[in-house]
Nanobody, 121 residues
Framework: QVPLVDTGGGLVQPGGSLRLSCSTSGRIYSSAVMAWFRQAPGKEREFVAAIRWGVGRTLYADSVKGRFTISKASADTVNLHMNMLKPEDTAVYYC???????????????WGQGTQVTVSS
């Protein structure tokens, strides 16, 4: 499996924005689904957003709809644009790759190492 590399996390104030990126060492095939999950301390890994690469169909968790956008940045990179961030968005964010446009972690076979996002004043 080609590794995924997550970048872009950091500390941001409530209401601020961040952009996360996930890159692979090879192109992402049209049949692939790229997704973002997050995990806060003491909580289970939670679905955030996903995109089917070829057609661009997206899926979002209700908690981030209207605030986060998943997009194709290049042939080998997927971004997560996060706006109007809230303290409850604080978590380690993980990029993942699978073949089903799904919201459960078990559908995804490859994972990035994670990047910390902290929303605090």
């Amino acid at each position: 499996q080609v590794p995924l590399v997550d970048t872009g996390g950091g500390l941001v104030q409530p209401g601020g924005s961040l952009r996360l990126s996930c890159s692979t060492s090879g192109r992402i095939y049209s049949s692939a689904v790229m997704a973002w999950f997050r995990q806060a301390p003491g909580k289970e890994r939670e679905f955030v957003a996903a995109i089917r690469w070829g057609v661009g169909r997206t899926l979002y968790a209700d908690s981030v709809k209207g605030r986060f956008t998943i997009s194709k940045a290049s042939a080998d990179t997927v971004n997560l644009h996060m706006n109007m961030l809230k303290p409850e968005d604080t978590a380690v964010y993980y990029c993942a790759r699978g073949v089903d446009l799904a919201s459960t972690p078990s559908h995804y076979r490859s994972w990035g190492q994670g990047t910390q996002v902290t929303v605090s004043s």
